[in-house]
Every structure is written in structure tokens, then in C-alpha cells.
């Protein structure tokens, strides 16, 4: 085989590679600059602001949220106050009717 064949082929690789390097340099600067481009052309404190404003919307929204489950929380807190006294009370009712019956009528009602 021709030597400066052989010595081509194996720089064929080499060259392959050295070209897509550069074209994916070349690539990776286009989307670089166009990057840059959009950035610079906005701006930067508009951008700013309205990510704040819709920060604060946000989290506005979320301490109204928050206040509504709270709210709900205390009506079923109060219910089952209520409810709780009421079985207690049943409780009590049962216990001292229990004990009007007569000696063969007497039962034990649930344990209150």
C-alpha cells in the first residue's frame, strides 16, 4: 500500500472529528448569540417585575386558600364538639335509665 495513502487514512478520523467540532462550535455560538440577542432586547427590569407581580399573585392566592381551609377546619371542629357533648349526654341518659328499670329489666347501655 502507498505510504501517503495509509498515512491519509488514518488522518481521516482526525479530520472528521476536527470538522464537527467545529461545526457544533459554530452551532453552539448561533444559539449563544441568539440567546443574548433576546436578552438584550427585553427588558431586564420589566422582566423582573412581572415575575414578582405574579410571585405575589401567587402567593396571595394561596393565603386565601389557606384562610378557606382554616375557616372549614373550625365549623368541623365546632361539629364534632357538638356531637361529642350530645354522646355524652346520650351516655348519661342511658346510664341513669338503666338504673329506673326494675331489677329483671335492668341492662347496661354502650359504655359513653
Known sequence: MNKHLAMGLSLLPVIVLA???IGWV???RAD???VIDAWESE???VVINSMDAELTQKIDDIRETLAELESIQAVHQNEMQTIMAEHEY???LLTELG???PPGERRAY???
Open 110 to 112: 354502650g359504655n359513653y
Open 26 to 28: 459554530l452551532t453552539l
Open 90 to 92: 346520650m351516655g348519661e
Open 19 to 21: 470538522v464537527g467540532m
Open 32 to 34: 449563544l448569540d441568539t
Open 99 to 101: 338504673e329506673k328499670q
Open 43 to 45: 427588558d431586564i427590569e
